[in-house]
């Protein structure tokens, strides 16, 4: 069996986009920062989102099986820790509004998607929830917040990327980008953290 800090520390290479999760549930509000989203289904249209079941939020979307899964953009970083750690208000200064299907819309979100849940799987110390999605907006004109390797950061476009003429061993990633040169896992954007 795999050790889990292992996995954890490999699965940090994998990066993803950044998202805080809101439910409403017996008239109290909850959120949670996730990474662990992805679209399902284009037809019907349909989201999937991972949560810890050690987590207030996890019986808040379970119990009121609706759910508002926001996509973060690069200006929100400090949100994203303000809804990653425990506090008895975390939408404290949070500028919100209340959605048609009861959880809070946090604004000025990359995207967000209203969310009620289909199914669920229980998979480890995490529940799969498989969730139709009933409405989706997005902002083109934010860019979104990264997270890779255990901390937050953002793309940006590539100038003067020359290829290397060869493969390279990942222990000699560092020499191409003190060079300048980004390697090729990151060709599709850099990735910077900040």
Avoid: W
Avoid at 42 to 69: Q, T, W
Avoid at 79 to 90: C, E, M, N, T, V
Wanted: net charge neutral; proline share 6%; glycine share 10%.
């Amino acid at each position: 069996m795999m050790d889990s800090n292992e996995f954890r520390r490999v699965a940090g290479h994998f990066a993803t986009g950044v998202t805080v999760v809101t439910a409403r549930h017996e008239g109290a509000d909850y959120g949670i920062t996730l990474s662990a989203m992805s679209s399902l289904s284009v037809d019907p249209p349909m989201m999937l989102i991972c949560v810890n079941r050690a987590a207030p939020s996890h019986e808040a979307i379970k119990g009121s099986g609706v759910f508002v899964a926001h996509v973060l953009g690069r200006h929100q970083r400090r949100l994203a820790g303000q809804f990653a750690r425990p506090s008895a208000d975390k939408f404290a200064g949070v500028e919100c509004t209340r959605s048609e299907a009861g959880p809070l819309v946090i604004a000025r979100t990359l995207a967000h998607f209203v969310c009620r849940v289909a199914h669920t799987v229980p998979a480890g110390t995490h529940t799969v929830f498989l969730s139709d999605v009933v409405s989706a907006r997005a902002a083109t004109e934010l860019e979104p917040l990264v997270y890779y390797r255990g901390g937050f950061g953002r793309l940006a476009g590539e100038t003067n990327v020359a290829p290397p003429a060869a493969y390279l061993p990942p222990e000699h990633e560092e020499d191409l980008v003190g060079a300048g040169v980004v390697p090729a896992a990151f060709r599709l954007g850099s990735f910077y953290l900040s």
